[in-house]
């Protein structure tokens, strides 16, 4: 199943906050969004007009939900209100929700967007329910009853008390200490420079709970203007990330590294607002579509579901510039057989391959032109065909050959077929292919450099094959 993640936040015109810069985020990291709506925001990025509450229907709005799905994870940003706070505290109890708190309650233009006081009552019934809080260094040095001045911004061990005072109002008794929970402050001033991110983690390490620190360090941005949105776009990366069944704290590394790349692009607005942009890029939106174009012509002909293994086929396309799989889009789910033809069984994702996208990054450590691979059945007599009949160039790796330390590590199993091939070959060929082994399934791997390659590399395949 996909993964899902629900966010309790208010409605922003302009996009650029509230509930509906955390469905873009949600869906940017790979998971689907469920929305409950708190309040009607009337604002745009520089000026905020004010709100109606609509905590006489989120009840409903959460009863529905919850009811039919089954959500884990929820960002929770904007609370109007005590009857809010109330029904939102009641669910989470009741359908025992990890929590991922934004606790914002003034406006990046500086006006309340909850009644006043409202803070104290999530920080006493809130709180202890959730397992992320993301406050900034001001909200940080509020419910840590600290004055942080600029001078002590620049003292860590300050911030760090504060985490430590912070986390502890997360836990509701002893009990509750084995839960894994964690403290993020945003924005602390370090020089001229650069601003630090602190995080704070109570986690699990070999049975037990430790508390540990990590600092973020990041090139400080200039920029006129007011940028809106960024706490609720770092909140909901957070509550994406653990719903992908990432680790606490590899959820917080990663929305951090997330946030970092998607905040060197603003879109400008007219009054000197800015926006996070979360749209794709125009080389992402090349690599999707050549990933269709691929898909569109296979999964019209049943000749090409001979390729697909049993462990399904997916079709990976990479950034000229990868360094990550998340630099890599895949099929989600990949593609299996339906009523004969190859079908895919989600949609075009960055981030969703796993063996090809691995593929795809040690290929591009000796050949920084492979941008595919596609993964294909083997069948020994199709090795025989495709070496009589076509040009394609094609090498076995005999996976007895590996060593014992590499066998254990998926990776690097990946890393060894590709250096293989370069050490006996020279470089990488058209397809790399292996007769299987213990719980590895038989092989075939076509690489390529864009759609256009693997479009005639495939049609070769399936000419030869079918003689």
């Not at 409903?60 to 209100?81: N, S």
């Not at 692009?265 to 926006?275: A, H, R, T, V, Y």
């Amino acid at each position: 199943m996909k993964p899902i993640c629900l966010t309790i936040a208010g409605a922003d015109p302009t996009s650029g906050a509230g509930f509906q810069a955390d469905i873009r985020t949600f869906d940017r990291c790979g998971v689907h969004p469920f929305s409950v709506i708190t309040a009607i925001t009337y604002q745009t990025a520089t000026k905020f007009y004010g709100y109606k509450s609509l905590s006489d229907i989120l009840d409903k709005q959460l009863d529905t939900v919850l009811t039919a799905y089954p959500i884990k994870y929820v960002k929770i940003g904007m609370i109007p209100d005590v009857k809010a706070l109330d029904i939102i505290v009641d669910f989470i109890k009741k359908y025992n929700l990890n929590v991922i708190l934004d606790t914002v309650s003034v406006s990046s233009a500086g006006e309340r967007l909850s009644s006043e006081r409202l803070e104290l009552e999530i920080e006493r019934i809130l709180f202890p329910y959730a397992k992320v809080i993301t406050p900034n260094i001001v909200e940080a040095a509020f419910y840590s009853n600290r004055n942080l001045s600029n001078d002590k911004e620049k003292d860590i061990e300050s911030i760090k008390e504060v985490a430590e005072i912070l986390l502890n109002k997360l836990y509701i008794n002893k009990e509750s200490q084995h839960n894994e929970k964690a403290v993020v402050i945003k924005g602390i001033k370090n020089n001229r420079d650069n601003i630090l991110d602190l995080a704070l983690m109570n986690k699990r390490t070999n049975g037990l709970m430790q508390r540990e620190f990590q600092i973020f360090k990041k090139k400080k941005v200039i920029f006129k203007g007011n940028v809106h949105g960024t706490g609720c776009v770092f909140s909901s990366a957070i509550a994406a990330f653990l719903a992908r069944d990432c680790s606490l704290n590899d959820a917080i590394i990663k929305a951090e590294e997330f946030f970092d790349n998607k905040f060197q692009s603003f879109i400008e607005l007219p009054d000197n607002g800015k926006l996070i942009d979360l749209t794709i890029t125009d080389e992402r939106f090349t690599v999707i579509n050549q990933i269709k174009e691929i898909y569109n012509i296979i999964s019209q002909s049943k000749n090409f579901s001979l390729l697909i293994p049993e462990v399904r086929m997916n079709i990976s396309g990479s950034l000229t510039d990868a360094v990550t799989k998340e630099d890599i889009a895949g099929i989600e789910g990949r593609i299996t057989i339906v009523n004969g033809f190859p079908k895919a069984s989600g949609e075009i994702k960055f981030g969703v391959s796993d063996h090809t996208a691995r593929l795809i990054l040690s290929a591009k450590k000796f050949d920084n032109s492979i941008n595919f691979v596609m993964n294909l059945k083997y069948d020994p007599n199709w090795i025989t065909l495709i070496e009589e009949y076509t040009d394609l160039e094609l090498k076995e790796i005999i996976r007895e050959e590996q060593p014992e330390e590499i066998k254990k590590k998926e990776f690097s199993t990946m890393q060894w077929l590709i250096k293989e091939s370069i050490d006996k070959i020279g470089k990488i060929p058209d397809i790399i292919w292996d007769k299987g082994a213990i719980g590895k399934e038989p092989m075939m791997r076509l690489f390529g450099k864009n759609s256009k390659d693997m479009i005639i590399k495939l049609k070769i395949i399936v000419d030869a094959i079918s003689n």
